[in-house]
């Protein structure tokens, strides 16, 4: 999964492959985010999965949820494609999803305002 960022708007978009043209939005090329590693370490930044079935519920328990400081959206890649889930301002961190019978995760992924994209 890649995601593209705009530095003018702040947009996300997500995309299942690599594209030969630079990906444009506000009439400029947007960025490829590549997951923050050193944020991703720290506690506050930590992903946590629970699977009971076919249900899956990510969180990110100690992150802020404040207007200036909080987590966009939670996204999961299987080996079936993606799901995404919208945290507005002011909700907790937590997105449940679906998977099917043979669906297996291969990363998970938050977007946080400040730090950008966080990968588990």
Do not use: W
């Not at 996204?75 to 919208?86: H, K, L, N, S, Y």
């Amino acid at each position: 999964m890649i995601f593209h960022y705009c530095s003018v708007c702040g947009r996300v978009m997500m995309a299942h492959k690599p594209s030969e043209k630079d990906v444009m939005c506000c009439e400029t090329p947007m960025t490829v985010l590549e997951p923050n590693r050193t944020e991703s370490d720290m506690e506050i930044h930590q992903i946590v999965r629970r699977q009971i079935g076919y249900f899956l519920t990510v969180s990110l328990p100690k992150h802020p949820v404040m207007d200036l400081h909080h987590i966009e959206f939670i996204a999961i890649e299987t080996d079936q494609g993606f799901q995404f889930r919208t945290i507005e301002k002011g909700q907790e961190p937590i997105a449940n999803f679906i998977l099917s019978k043979q669906e297996n995760i291969l990363h998970v992924y938050a977007f946080c305002n400040i730090h950008l994209l966080l990968r588990s």
